[in-house]
């Protein structure tokens, strides 16, 4: 376990919903982390107001940035003339070590463009992936998907590249010894799918007995909740709707639940027997509370929260983040010092 103090760099102003919202998602993490510290970069006078008379207030540095990055800006005119952006100054606080952890609810490319740029690709590492984590029946309670967005193309190496990425988050993160990989497909078979998902299946097949991992081969999209595999491997396009599809079916449930239990009376007396176990049954399927995408390859842990989040949303991310610079993720995984 890592001992030293717990920073995190927060980019106040990425969110769609505005930085209350991150602000928001900052004290609920702090009430629950109480011993870790925060860096927010954004409009210092609206950042101030909105933490002062909280607890927060001895525990937060923040950084003026004058600008911001939008959803539309593109992330080489950011790499270009960003430097003044809160996601700019969130991710240079990592650079520079005052922070273990950059968290952002930014533009995604902008943000994957600016971690590449400012912190490096590890040595070795051809494409960073994004990994998200996605509620399952697993005994951890969720698996590891990747990439879910980093590049929309992965040819039979990346695909290799992003399982021994995996494979590192899943041991040093979480502490699963021997993980069980698959890789995403449209079948089980071995003679389904593209020509590089077979290739992929074949180089990550034969490194199974010398890195300790169990291959499971090809798994489906139904396979992403499940616990007959452990990390599920992907391009950044299948992963990207994958996952999005996944998080609006699980909305989905949620709402239609809702409404069926307010149709008549006795549909609501039986939501009200019913309360204890719904409540438990939301909190396992909802998406929020697995938020956060860490961006893998790279010197440094950089986390994507969704633009849309909400402040649980948000707090999911940073507790993400908070967990694996306790495990010493970052340390154990890199073991080298940043660039310059």
């Known amino acids: 376990m890592n001992q030293e103090k717990i920073v995190i760099s927060i980019d106040a102003m990425g969110s769609e919903r505005g930085p209350k919202a991150v602000v928001d998602g900052i004290l609920q993490s702090a009430e629950m982390n109480p011993n870790v510290e925060f860096i927010v970069h954004g409009d210092e006078v609206s950042i101030s107001k ?178 007959e595999v452990d990390i599920i491997v992907t391009d950044g396009f299948t992963g990207n709707i994958a996952i999005k599809t996944a998080e609006g079916t699980a909305n989905l449930i949620s709402g239609k639940m809702k409404s069926a239990f307010k149709t008549n009376f006795f549909s609501g007396l039986g939501g009200l027997l019913a309360a204890s176990s719904l409540i438990k049954l939301k909190k396992e399927i909802d998406p929020r509370q697995v938020n956060g995408g860490i961006f893998l390859g790279l010197n440094g842990i950089v986390i994507k929260s969704h633009g849309s989040a909400d402040p649980t949303g948000i707090a999911s991310a940073i507790n993400l983040g908070i967990t694996l610079a306790e495990s010493g993720f970052y340390d154990s995984e890199n073991n080298a010092e940043r660039p310059t």
């Open 50 to 227: 909105l933490i002062e008379n909280s607890n927060l207030q001895s525990r937060c540095q923040i950084l003026n940035s004058s600008d911001l990055v939008s959803m539309d800006d593109k992330p080489s005119q950011i790499v270009r003339n960003g430097k003044n952006t809160s996601m700019w100054s969130a991710i240079e606080s990592v650079k520079q070590g005052k922070a273990q952890v950059c968290v952002s609810c930014g533009n995604t490319g902008a943000l994957m463009a600016l971690s590449m740029f400012r912190l490096r690709r590890l040595k070795g590492v051809n494409r960073p992936a994004i990994a998200c984590l996605w509620p399952s029946v697993s005994k951890l309670g969720y698996n590891i998907v990747l990439d879910v967005g980093a590049d929309i193309k992965a040819d039979q190496d990346d695909l290799f590249q992003y399982a021994m990425m995996g494979l590192n988050y899943a041991r040093k993160g979480f502490g699963i010894k021997k993980p069980r990989i698959g890789i995403l497909n449209v079948g089980t078979e071995e003679h389904k799918g593209r020509s590089e998902l077979k290739l992929a299946y074949d180089l990550i097949s034969s490194a199974s007995d010398k890195e300790g991992f169990e291959f499971v081969g090809f798994v489906e999209g139904s396979d992403i909740p499940s616990e």
